[in-house]
């Protein structure tokens, strides 16, 4: 009797141990997949980064054609755009991008940029502005818009690998989840009787319970009858807080409908992930990412398992990301590629024949730069996000107002019936800027010139914007705080 119960020790011991170097196995897989994961986050931010640093080298380049010369803060702020873009580049590079070719060709519309752009200020330092212009259409456009298109798809094909690293990561997790509820069961199957299935039930909780992951197993009603020790690290719950309560209680309710689909529809053992916000006991929505499996026919679990971590960080930075990509830093206003695609796709959208318009704005304020030389730079920030606000309370839903660089901005007007309304809201627009502005203890007064420009059938966005620039200077001539519309 003592040989009988020694051997079937030794061979559950075994099983156990086989159990635990799967789990360990398993787990190192998921922290490799999850470093491969952040390192990739970190490229596309690079990404962002660079092309950040490209949108604030094309304004100063705006700035210095519209001043007809290059100052000595707009050299140094171009040289230390460069010195950005190439940081931003070596870090690509020191990170091991997969995908050497694109990082080469990267490098080099960098350096033709570079190259065109100082050809072009070259010429503005000469004086010959209209060479510079010429040299701007035929080389820096081009060469900006292929260095624009050839980081969003790097970043697309970043944030697909990173999703895949993801996948796999949460995938390795369940297959761990399952291989030890195999093991369990196995256990189970050599041991009749009830302590045999309460030992099973045990050794299934003490693989999962210190895991970093929450596991949670509901009955067909979707009520909770187990959950993790871990529930309380990421949601700040006791696991006896939330027995016998709906999971899907704790979805937020604009998430709650598509996440009660998505886990409902089980065709096969597992589910793609789930992204839901979830209640935490302290009243906040962390954003957590689920996979449900189906083990309603293992013995060792009868229910369905879910698998939830906490991606709030993931999902913080990947919005941060898209937002300053289009985003001016300053203002939070879009910026020009942001505005530019908005202008192409509101031109697309205007069919032949259509009887409204749609009408660009581009305003410059008169006289900026003594404000940053009477009160400093922190006031010229002020004012510039003080005119931001001001424009913004000016338009109506739908409209777009956009800060391109410097003291520069421009709208968007879609839908609009004929110049008069236009006309309107610029004599809104001026009167908004003119008002008194409080600087710290100062109060000043701004004024702004502006350009109209409306579309017509056949014109290009690059064009409407071009002819709403050169209405602007043809304001600025006739002075201070008037608008002109270009015919």
């Given at each position: 009797?003592?040989?009988?119960?020694?051997?079937?020790?030794?061979?559950?011991?075994?099983?156990?141990?086989?159990?635990?170097?799967?789990?360990?196995?398993?787990?190192?897989?998921?922290?490799?997949?999850?470093?491969?994961?952040?390192?990739?986050?970190?490229?596309?931010?690079?990404?962002?980064?660079?092309?950040?640093?490209?949108?604030?080298?094309?304004?100063?380049?705006?700035?210095?054609?519209?001043?007809?010369?290059?100052?000595?803060?707009?050299?140094?702020?171009?040289?230390?755009?460069?010195?950005?873009?190439?940081?931003?580049?070596?870090?690509?590079?020191?990170?091991?991008?997969?995908?050497?070719?694109?990082?080469?060709?990267?490098?080099?519309?960098?350096?033709?940029?570079r190259a065109a752009m100082s050809e072009e200020l070259d010429l503005v330092v000469a004086g010959e502005l209209e060479a510079a212009k010429e040299v701007d259409d035929a080389?820096?456009?081009?060469?900006?818009?292929?260095?624009?298109?050839?980081?969003?798809?790097?970043?697309?094909?970043?944030?697909?690998?990173?999703?895949?690293?993801?996948?796999?990561?949460?995938?390795?997790?369940?297959?761990?989840?399952?291989?030890?509820?195999?093991?369990?069961?196995?256990?189970?199957?050599?041991?009749?009787?009830?302590?045999?299935?309460?030992?099973?039930?045990?050794?299934?909780?003490?693989?999962?319970?210190?895991?970093?992951?929450?596991?949670?197993?509901?009955?067909?009603?979707?009520?909770?009858?187990?959950?993790?020790?871990?529930?309380?690290?990421?949601?700040?719950?006791?696991?006896?807080?939330?027995?016998?309560?709906?999971?899907?209680?704790?979805?937020?309710?604009?998430?709650?409908?598509?996440?009660?689909?998505?886990?409902?529809?089980?065709?096969?053992?597992?589910?793609?992930?789930?992204?839901?916000?979830?209640?935490?006991?302290?009243?906040?929505?962390?954003?957590?990412?689920?996979?449900?499996?189906?083990?309603?026919?293992?013995?060792?679990?009868?229910?369905?398992?879910?698998?939830?971590?906490?991606?709030?960080?993931?999902?913080?930075?990947?919005?941060?990301?898209?937002?300053?990509?289009?985003?001016?830093?300053?203002?939070?206003?879009?910026?020009?590629?942001?505005?530019?695609?908005?202008?192409?796709?509101?031109?697309?959208?205007?069919?032949?024949?259509?009887?409204?318009?749609?009408?660009?704005?581009?305003?410059?304020?008169?006289?900026?730069?003594?404000?940053?030389?009477?009160?400093?730079?922190?006031?010229?920030?002020?004012?510039?996000?003080?005119?931001?606000?001001?424009?913004?309370?000016?338009?109506?839903?739908?409209?777009?107002?956009?800060?391109?660089?410097?003291?520069?901005?421009?709208?968007?007007?879609?839908?609009?019936?004929?110049?008069?309304?236009?006309?309107?809201?610029?004599?809104?627009?001026?009167?908004?800027?003119?008002?008194?502005?409080?600087?710290?203890?100062?109060?000043?007064?701004?004024?702004?010139?502006?350009?109209?420009?409306?579309?017509?059938?056949?014109?290009?966005?690059?064009?409407?914007?071009?002819?709403?620039?050169?209405?602007?200077?043809?304001?600025?001539?006739?002075?201070?705080?008037?608008?002109?519309?270009?015919?």
């Open positions: 009797m003592t040989m009988t119960r020694t051997r079937s020790l030794v061979r559950r011991w075994r099983i156990v141990g086989a159990a635990v170097l799967i789990g360990a196995a398993a787990s190192l897989a998921i922290v490799s997949f999850t470093d491969r994961s952040v390192r990739v986050d970190h490229q596309a931010h690079d990404l962002a980064e660079l092309a950040t640093a490209a949108n604030g080298q094309s304004a100063r380049e705006w700035q210095a054609i519209a001043e007809g010369s290059v100052s000595p803060a707009v050299s140094a702020r171009l040289e230390a755009g460069w010195r950005e873009m190439d940081s931003a580049l070596g870090h690509l590079r020191a990170a091991g991008a997969a995908d050497v070719a694109s990082l080469d060709e990267l490098e080099g519309l960098v350096a033709r940029y080389l820096v456009d081009p060469v900006f818009g292929d260095l624009h298109a050839l980081i969003e798809d790097l970043r697309a094909r970043f944030d697909g690998q990173a999703e895949s690293e993801r996948r796999l990561a949460l995938a390795s997790s369940i297959a761990t989840l399952l291989l030890a509820v195999g093991v369990i069961a196995v256990l189970a199957m050599r041991d009749a009787g009830r302590r045999a299935t309460e030992e099973s039930e045990a050794r299934f909780r003490a693989l999962v319970q210190n895991g970093s992951d929450v596991t949670t197993v509901v009955d067909e009603a979707g009520s909770m009858r187990y959950v993790t020790a871990s529930v309380e690290r990421v949601l700040g719950y006791r696991p006896e807080e939330l027995l016998g309560r709906p999971f899907l209680e704790l979805v937020h309710p604009e998430d709650r409908q598509t996440a009660g689909d998505e886990l409902s529809d089980r065709p096969g053992p597992t589910s793609r992930p789930v992204l839901a916000r979830l209640l935490h006991r302290d009243g906040s929505w962390p954003w957590c990412e689920t996979l449900a499996a189906d083990l309603r026919a293992e013995p060792a679990v009868r229910g369905i398992v879910l698998t939830t971590r906490d991606v709030t960080e993931r999902e913080v930075l990947r919005v941060d990301l898209a937002h300053r990509a289009t985003h001016d830093d300053l203002t939070g206003l879009p910026n020009r590629a942001l505005f530019n695609d908005r202008l192409e796709h509101a031109l697309a959208r205007r069919p032949t024949g259509d009887a409204l318009d749609r009408a660009v704005l581009f305003l410059d304020l008169d006289r900026s730069k003594t404000v940053n030389a009477n009160l400093g730079h922190e006031a010229g920030d002020d004012a510039l996000r003080a005119v931001a606000t001001r424009l913004t309370g000016c338009m109506r839903p739908g409209d777009t107002v956009a800060r391109l660089g410097g003291d520069e901005f421009v709208v968007l007007l879609e839908d609009v019936a004929g110049s008069t309304i236009v006309e309107e809201i610029a004599d809104r627009i001026l009167a908004a800027v003119a008002r008194p502005l409080a600087l710290g203890v100062a109060e000043t007064r701004l004024t702004a010139s502006l350009g109209i420009a409306m579309s017509r059938p056949g014109v290009s966005p690059t064009s409407l914007l071009r002819e709403a620039d050169c209405a602007m200077y043809s304001a600025k001539r006739s002075g201070t705080g008037h608008w002109v519309r270009l015919d």
